[in-house]
């Protein structure tokens, strides 16, 4: 089945769903299922013209169509392809190729495809807070505290973008960007070729975005917590997040608290701006924004877990980069004060080769910590910096192997004198290239 090159348009507000709006502004208890197989969409629109400056909050939604009153989505099949959500002067632009909106939704999408589906920001109308692109193949969103899912099997997301011009706008996700309390994970799925780019502001999440949720425009504010990811058996490659201004993870960009990724591989993503972090992750360790200026609280720690599940199992992360500099994952705040610490976890019987560095900028005295206590081998390079300015770094090698690459280096960056370095080898084989002297005494 074909649904395509169909348009709907409005004046003010946001454009959300190109190709396809399940449940936006639905409101109450969703009980229905939607179930597709081998449905595709192209070519279709959902534009939001808010060029008179028109305020409030009406939306142009579903380009293809919109389902309401659906608890389950089942797509099975099929292709998602030049669609786009685009807003002029107006708000928000949310999932190009599809979007998906609702309290304790599940959706689970097997086999489906997402390519070259744009969702688009010109501008900022008069509403408050930013303009914002958001998934340019998919948009996930639960705004309270019911539990949603998006779980993605196989399939693919290429060429997607996210896309923002002007003053007072952002881009983020140009694959998928999943908000709120959505718990999301992707298994098998090939992501590539995807962008998330900001001409003048910031540009997060080249392929994947996970962040909280939070909506000034309407009456009482709508806030929504983030949830946890899971990336498995996954290719990332060919990303990028380009900014005017600050561009925050290549591939991914993760203000959740628990993100874990799985075999598979993050290789030649890139992000690039003014100021540019994570050429293949960024974990923000900064809080969530509430309508109030103040903040609500995270968990204890912002935890990245690398895991090579068997022995025969590889994760390689490797020609990442940031403006043009090798760079694999990056602990940071997205600006303020880091409110949690960063923790980086590498577990798994298999290999996980981080060959681009690990890179820290922490403040408020938060710590950050790399464990691996596992029987697995890490083969680790690049040049890894540590700067947690007034907290601790922990790298605790405790099982397996670990082997340090000839390129590989690790100091402590511009961190003050009361940072503490602690390094824990017991119970673990550390393997140094003879000709990195430098190195083997860093960690005598």
């Known amino acids: 089945m074909l649904l395509d090159t169909n348009t709907v348009s409005l004046t003010a507000g946001a454009a959300l769903g190109g190709g396809l709006a399940v449940n936006y502004l639905n409101g109450g208890n969703s009980t229905g299922t939607a179930d597709f197989t081998s449905l595709d969409l192209q070519g279709n629109q959902a534009i939001m013209d808010g060029s008179g400056n028109l305020s409030g909050f009406d939306s142009a939604i579903g380009g293809g169509g919109r389902l309401l009153g659906v608890a389950t989505v089942n797509y099975n099949g099929g292709t998602i392809s030049n669609n786009s959500a685009q807003t002029i002067n107006g708000s928000h632009a949310h999932g190009g190729g599809l979007a998906v909106e609702g309290d304790a939704v599940t959706g689970t999408y097997t086999s489906l495809n997402f390519q070259s589906n744009t969702a688009e920001v010109q501008g900022k109308g008069v509403d408050p807070g930013q303009a914002v692109a958001r998934g340019g193949g998919f948009f996930g969103l639960s705004q309270t505290g019911a539990n949603s899912e ?124 003014t100021n540019a972090f994570g050429g293949a992750i960024f974990m923000d360790t900064a809080d969530v924004v509430s309508d109030g200026g103040g903040t609500n609280a995270r968990g204890a720690q912002a935890l990245l877990t690398l895991e090579a599940t ?79 300015n007034g907290g601790s770094t922990y790298i605790n090698l405790t099982r397996g192997t670990a082997y340090l690459t000839d390129d590989f280096s690790a100091g402590v960056g511009n961190a003050v004198s009361n940072t503490d370095f602690n390094v824990n080898l017991s119970g673990s084989t550390l393997a140094i290239d003879a000709s990195r002297n430098a190195n083997k005494a860093m960690f005598e």
Do not use: C
Request: no cysteine; hydrophobic share 35%; glycine share 16%.
């Open 150 to 273: 998006a779980n993605f099997i196989q399939g693919s997301f290429t060429g997607n973008q996210a896309k923002a011009t002007g003053a007072d706008t952002s881009a983020m996700g140009g694959a998928a960007a999943i908000l709120g309390n959505t718990d999301a994970s992707f298994d098998g799925t090939s992501i590539t070729s995807n962008s998330a780019v900001a001409d003048t502001g910031d540009a997060y999440g080249g392929a994947l975005a996970f962040t909280e949720y939070l909506d000034l425009s309407d009456t009482p504010p709508v806030e929504a917590q983030p949830g946890s990811a899971e990336i498995k058996n996954a290719n990332l490659s060919g990303n990028r997040a380009q900014a005017g201004n600050n561009a925050y993870g290549g591939a991914i960009f993760s203000r959740n608290d628990d993100l874990k990724v799985i075999n598979g591989q993050l290789t030649g993503n890139s992000a690039g701006g």
């Open 310 to 388: 068997t022995a025969k199992d590889v994760l390689l992360i490797q020609g990442n980069t940031a403006n043009g500099q090798a760079s694999g994952i990056h602990f940071g705040t997205t600006g303020g004060d880091s409110a949690v610490d960063g923790v980086l976890d590498i577990t798994g019987a298999g290999t996980v080769k981080l060959l681009d560095p690990v890179t820290v900028a922490l403040n408020n005295g938060k710590d950050f910590t790399l464990t691996k206590n596992n029987t697995g081998k890490l083969q680790w390079g690049g040049a890894n910096q540590f700067d947690t």
